[in-house]
C-alpha cells in the first residue's frame, strides 16, 4: 500500500509538471509550427532510447547456489518466486533502476524496475539515456494503459515497439531538481520492497517451526 502510495504521488508530480496545460500549449504550438519555445526541448523515444530483449539461460534452477544470478521472469519481478541462473555472455544485465518492460504474452506492456540481475526472455531492457532515465519511466507509466491498448497480435499479445520509439514528448530544459525527487521515491519504493521480502521470508522460516513446537515462545515476556 505505501508503494503505491509513493508511485501515485510520483505520477501526480509527473502530471503536474510535465503534462500541465503550459505544456500542452507549446505542444499544441509544436504541431502547428514545428517550433518550441525556448526554455523547453523536445524529447524524441527514438533518439534516446531501444528495447535490449531478454534471453533464457541454459541453467536455472530454484535454489540459490554459489555465482548464481537472479533470474527476472514476470512472476519474480513481482515477487511471487525466485529463480537464479548461471551468468552467461548472451544474457542481458540490469541493475535495480533500470526500466524493464515485458514484451509477449498477457501482461505485455507491463513495467518494472526494483532488481538486480539477468533479463527474461518475455522482457526487454529498455535500454535509456541516464539523463533522462527518471523522466521516461514515469512518462511510460503514464502511458501504460494506451501501450497496451496498441499491443499487436491475437493469439499471443506483444509490444509495438515502433509505438512507443515514435513518441514525441515536450519537457523543461532544466529538470534537475524533478528528476532528484522521482529518483528518490524510486529509491524509496526499492528499499521498502526489499525489507517486506526480506520480513516475508522470514515468517515462511519461522511459522512452520513456531507450528511444529520446534521454537518455543510460550516463556518469552513481552
Known amino acids: 500500500m505505501l508503494n503505491n502510495n509513493l508511485q501515485l504521488i510520483a505520477q501526480e508530480i509527473f502530471k503536474e509538471e510535465f503534462l500541465n496545460k503550459e505544456l500542452r500549449k507549446i505542444n499544441q504550438k509544436y504541431l502547428q509550427t514545428q517550433n518550441v519555445h525556448s526554455d523547453y526541448s523536445i524529447l524524441k523515444f527514438k533518439n534516446i532510447c531501444k528495447f535490449i530483449k531478454g534471453k533464457k539461460p541454459e541453467y536455472i534452477t530454484e535454489s540459490y547456489e554459489n555465482g548464481l544470478e537472479l533470474y527476472l521472469t514476470i512472476e519474480v519481478l513481482s515477487s511471487q518466486t525466485q529463480l537464479f541462473a548461471k551468468k552467461e555472455s548472451k544474457l542481458i544485465y540490469v541493475g535495480k533502476y533500470d526500466i524493464l518492460m515485458v514484451m509477449d504474452g498477457a501482461s505485455s506492456g507491463d513495467v518494472y524496475f526494483g532488481k538486480k540481475g539477468i533479463v527474461g526472455s518475455t522482457i526487454s531492457k529498455m ?65 521498502n520492497n526489499e525489507e517486506i521480502n526480506r520480513l516475508t521470508n522470514l515468517r515462511d522460516i519461522l511459522l512452520p517451526k513456531l507450528m511444529s513446537g520446534e521454537i518455543n515462545v510460550s516463556e518469552i515476556e513481552i
Request: hydrophobic share 40%; net charge positive; proline share 3%.
Open 127 to 191: 535500454d535509456v539515456d541516464e539523463k533522462f532515465r527518471e523522466i521516461i519511466f514515469h512518462y511510460i507509466k503514464f502511458l501504460e494503459k494506451e501501450i497496451k491498448k496498441n499491443n499487436t497480435g491475437s493469439a499471443i499479445p506483444h509490444v509495438d515497439k515502433g509505438f512507443i520509439l515514435n513518441l514525441e514528448f515536450i519537457i523543461p530544459k532544466d529538470f534537475s531538481k524533478l528528476d532528484s525527487i522521482f529518483k528518490q521515491i524510486r529509491e524509496k519504493i526499492i528499499v
